[in-house]
């Protein structure tokens, strides 16, 4: 049976908001991908690659994408006396970036996000199965035009 409607109502506002300021043992991740049971591979902005696991409240109400962006906590009181390989837990997920971009513990390394086109066509990415822009068609054409021959 799900959690009662109030209770998932409840924990989706609270991902809305960001809070005023960040604890010393908590910062903002980027999702790299699902590792499986409730556990995330995430990128900080340092560049660390850390396995965080996610809060029992988000489990089966809130989905995470890759890509996006979440708070994890690192308590070392906490984490440091397991025996595992989890660094630390998930307890936001950042749902309104824009909100979350104008506070000040935003990292800067996590900038501005660019247009899908933008990124395409700096990382040069594969025009398969796209559709050619017209300077391609122009030149496509004028090939066939000279193949052809008199």
Do not use: C, H
Request: proline share 7%.
């Amino acid at each position: 049976m799900p959690p009662p409607r109030r209770i998932l109502q409840a924990t989706v506002e609270e991902t809305l908001t960001p809070p005023p300021t960040l604890p010393p043992t908590q910062q903002i991740a980027r999702l790299i991908k699902a590792e499986g049971n409730n556990l995330y591979s995430v990128e900080t902005a340092s560049g660390a690659k850390l396995l965080v696991e996610l809060q029992s409240r988000f489990r089966s109400s809130i989905w995470l994408k890759r890509g996006g962006f979440v708070l994890i906590d690192m308590d070392r009181k906490v984490f440091g006396e397991r025996d595992n390989k989890i660094d630390g837990e998930i307890v936001n997920v950042v749902r309104e970036e824009k909100r979350w971009r104008k506070r000040g513990y935003w990292p800067e390394e996590f900038g501005e996000r660019k247009s899908e086109g933008d990124r395409s066509e700096e990382e040069g990415e594969s025009r398969v199965g796209k559709m050619p822009s017209s300077d391609e068609e122009d030149l496509e054409d004028e090939e066939k035009d000279e193949d052809a021959g008199p």
